[in-house]
């Protein structure tokens, strides 16, 4: 692979050209001091007073108007079409951790797209933020804190297995796909969480307002996927 076009030793914000919800994204504007917008999304951060520190994608959406704002520098321009904006940047940026938002509303045909990217890209540990949901992939293993009896929703992009503590429904022993049983409407049993999976394929939904308890678990988890031969 490329070396990445943007690296840091901190999480990032990226912003995507859909729905971003003020109430989100200024707490994570406060939080990340690297912002950047795949394509059209830069319009949503230079209407929140940010400057792009990149923007990255086929450049279709971005405006004539917008793009004057942004130092020719920080605009990428990738024209392959066989890949999202989002997955253009996922690839292209290596930080600890992505916030992701303005991916996730409100066609489910982008949602879909936006979550098989997070299994394409298993190597880069990406959340996206909605209006309700915070959406992440999960790494071989993971520990969360939480409250007892909070909605805790797991869904497989394909085949995977798992193992748990903390969660009312158990997933030893079963089998996980999207044709024949997700894990939807699972909810914690005990203030700790703690899940194994031997595939990149299972994906941890939670209440939005939860993010930072999924930020920390995610930033503190041990070891990770490795990229796919993937360009």
């Not at 890949?83 to 879909?112: E, M, W, Y």
């Not at 909605?151 to 079963?174: A, D, I």
Request: proline share 8%; with cysteine; glycine share 10%.
């Amino acid at each position: 692979m490329n070396a990445p076009i943007l690296r840091r030793a901190e999480p990032i914000l990226l912003v995507g050209g859909g729905d971003s919800p003020e109430a989100h994204l200024a707490p994570l504007l406060a939080r990340c001091e690297t912002r950047v917008a795949a394509d059209g999304g830069a319009a949503t951060l230079l209407r929140a007073g940010a400057l792009p520190d990149a923007v990255i994608g086929d450049l279709d959406s971005l405006s004539e108007s917008d793009r004057a704002q942004i130092p020719a520098e920080r605009v990428h321009h990738i024209a392959e079409q066989d890949s999202t904006d989002f997955d253009k940047c996922l690839r292209n940026i290596a930080a600890p951790l992505v916030f992701g938002t303005g991916f996730l509303g409100p066609r489910v045909d982008h949602q879909l797209a936006a979550l098989t990217v997070l299994t394409m890209r298993a190597d880069r540990r990406c959340i996206l933020v909605g209006e309700e949901d915070a959406i992440a992939l999960a790494p071989p293993q993971i520990t969360l804190t939480l409250p007892v009896g909070l909605r805790f929703s797991l869904y497989p992009m394909g085949l995977v297995h798992g193992e748990s503590t903390g969660l009312r429904w158990p997933l030893g022993g079963l089998d996980f796909t999207p044709a024949q049983r997700a894990g939807t409407s699972n909810e914690t049993s005990a203030e700790t969480v703690s899940l194994r999976f031997d595939a990149p394929l299972m994906l941890i939904i939670l209440p939005v307002s939860h993010l930072p308890e999924l930020a920390q678990a995610l930033l503190s988890a041990p070891g990770g996927w490795p990229a796919r031969a993937r360009g």
